[in-house]
């Protein structure tokens, strides 16, 4: 007899997010949850690239399949707001070379730029350069919006921890510091500033996209 493949479940809305690999699990995460938004997946890896994205990226259609939008599905995400900056990460390898900056939405300037540093992930680039940014526009007293397009750093920074599986070495010191500095500031510091998904089948490309791909 074939084994049956293990289901994992997606909770992009609920109490909390995250990825599960009951329907138990799942079912608590959501209970009680108005508009939770959640779906199941045949493999976890399936599951962590949905868990990436929008939930709007696989609603209505067959999981591990999603298209391109339609112009009339694009129409629903509306536009970006230029008001804002973008934030993105860029690694080479994973681990490898990683590094990330912050761009104004509209008139892509950089406004900063870190690294390269070595042995790091993308997934931490995406959490310092979202930490980053926070600390940018407080700074800067700024109203401003930020954009990121990772749901995993968008979900670490609003637990306040960077919930990376990297392991510390000799190498990657500097970006454990980092990490550790980045927590701190989360941690010790207030925010009034909207953390907002970039829609990237909707919008294309993140503004502050290395454009390596």
């Not at 199941?40 to 609603?59: G, I, R």
Request: charged letters at 25%.
């Amino acid at each position: 007899m074939a084994q049956r493949k293990q289901k994992h479940y997606v909770v992009w809305f609920g109490n909390p997010a995250g990825i599960y690999a009951t329907w138990k699990q799942c079912q608590e995460a959501i209970k009680g949850v108005s508009g939770a938004q959640y779906m199941s997946f045949d493999s976890l890896p399936a599951a962590k690239t949905a868990y990436s994205k929008s939930y709007q990226d696989y609603k209505g259609k067959k999981t591990g399949k999603s298209k391109g939008l339609t112009t009339s599905q694009k129409a629903e995400y509306g536009h970006p707001n230029l008001y804002s900056i973008a934030v993105d990460a860029a690694c080479s390898g994973n681990p490898g070379h990683m590094e990330y900056r912050g761009v104004d939405t509209q008139t892509l300037e950089q406004l900063f730029l870190q690294g390269p540093f070595d042995h790091a992930t993308n997934n931490v680039g995406e959490f310092l350069a979202l930490v980053h940014g926070l600390a940018f526009l407080k700074k800067q007293k700024s109203d401003r919006i930020i954009y990121s397009d990772s749901r995993i750093a968008i979900a670490w920074v609003k637990k306040k921890k960077c919930n990376t599986k990297l392991k510390k070495t000799k190498k990657n010191q500097v970006i454990f510091e980092l990490i550790s500095r980045a927590e701190l500031w989360l941690k010790n510091n207030s925010y009034t500033t909207f953390i907002v998904k970039w829609e990237t089948k909707a919008w294309g490309e993140i503004p502050a996209d290395f454009g390596r791909k």
